[in-house]
């Protein structure tokens, strides 16, 4: 499956690269760090794709140094033009190079890594923390409507999580979560499909009454995590 990054066959389906998601995304890392009093001076992301998200927390945190990682030649070309004063790109792998962060970003990362705990256990001695926004695919409607595998097919996730699995992974591979909420001012995922947007207004009302219970029983939902 991480052919697909490499190969062309993942930027054929989504040739944005997702960049329509990042100002939304950018704003949870945000949110994380101003709720845990975290000023990073220097940030990583991996796998990031366009370079949009790190680009706004590079204009929101002008003081940090930021960098974007990428193994994907076909999403390194959209970051061109994103530099700013503060941030800087590579084509490569964040382990591959002797550098260590105070924080790094794992947006939508994780459940594509055919060896997470590998790969998680793997980023603990480049950083102090770690940020990640993890889709919950699993849920009583996604798998009575077999959205896991679709998510498979079209955004190429190999990994399925509920927020307690999810939590628990990142506990399994040394880490010590600090902070970890449901996002609830938007729905992150796209209402391409009827069934999506059917759904779509229950969610939004459950994500605001109880975002846990909702995210278990209809999913569309992710979490945010700080964890050290």
């Known amino acids: 499956m991480s052919s697909i990054y490499t190969d062309g066959a993942y930027v054929r389906k989504h040739p944005s690269w997702h960049v329509e998601d990042s100002p939304w995304k950018a704003q949870q890392v945000i949110k994380i760090l101003k709720r845990n009093s975290l000023a990073p001076s220097t940030i ?17 945190l002008p003081e940090a140094r930021c960098r974007g990682f990428e193994i994907s030649a076909d999403a390194f070309t959209l ?8 941030l800087s ?5 964040l382990r591959d190079i002797a550098e260590h962060f105070d ?5 939508d990362v994780i459940e594509h890594v055919e060896d997470c705990f590998g790969f998680l256990r793997s980023l603990r001695p ?3 923390y770690i940020v990640a926004h993890i889709p919950l695919d699993l849920s009583v409607l996604s798998l009575l409507i077999n959205t896991p595998l679709a998510n498979r ?6 990994h399925y999580f509920t927020k307690s699995t999810a939590l628990a992974l990142l506990s399994d591979t040394g880490y010590t979560i600090l902070d970890c909420f449901h996002p609830t001012d938007g729905n992150w995922l796209p209402k391409k499909g009827w069934r999506s947007r059917l759904i779509s ?5 459950g994500n605001q009454i109880a975002p846990g219970l909702s995210a278990m029983v209809l999913g569309g939902s992710s979490i945010m ?3 050290r």
Do not use: K, M, W
């Not at 924080?103 to 947006?107: A, N």
């Not at 207004?201 to 009302?205: C, D, I, K, L, M």
């Open 79 to 86: 970051t061109h033009g994103r530099e700013t004063e503060n």
């Open 44 to 60: 990583a992301e991996i796998g990031c794709g366009a370079g949009e998200v790190i680009r706004r927390i590079s204009l929101a």
């Open 103 to 107: 924080l790094v970003l794992l947006i």
């Open 225 to 227: 995590v700080l964890a």
């Open 201 to 205: 207004p229950f969610r939004a009302a």
């Open 89 to 93: 790109y590579r084509l490569c792998d």
């Open 153 to 158: 097919r079209s955004a190429g996730h190999i």
């Open 126 to 128: 480049r950083t102090q």
